[in-house]
């Protein structure tokens, strides 16, 4: 059973920075690939940013140059640190972990970014 607990988001003003955090438990085997995607009211779930297990990444164009995803295997933890935040980055963040195709999600954070 495979579990994803993600932290972090919160309220912040424009041009601030959070970090979101989300820590899988299970079995979790490689090759695989952790992200963050995220819904907004109304809208679709896009993806952000992942990261496979060799640390390869791949981000939406709204947020690169702002948004930095990283990793740490030992502890399966994936990381999202933002910058620069907009009040359209306002949604809920979910952590996604996919394994031999196989995708897992948390629960999701919120984000608010006012401005």
């Known amino acids: 059973q495979v579990q994803l607990v993600e932290s972090g988001g919160g309220l912040v003003q424009a041009g601030g920075s959070l970090r979101l955090s989300c820590a899988a438990s299970g079995s979790i085997f490689r090759p695989n690939f952790m992200g963050w995607y995220r819904q907004a009211p109304g809208k679709q779930r896009d993806l952000v940013a992942r990261?496979?297990?060799?640390?390869?990444?791949n981000y939406a164009d709204s947020v690169k140059g702002r948004f930095t995803i990283y990793r740490d295997n030992a502890k399966n933890t994936v990381y999202l640190q933002m910058n620069s935040l907009k009040p359209e980055d306002t949604a809920v963040y979910y952590c996604n972990l996919i394994v031999y195709s196989i995708d897992y999600w948390g629960k999701g954070t919120l984000v608010t970014v006012s401005s």
């Open positions: 990261i496979r297990s060799d640390s390869t990444t």
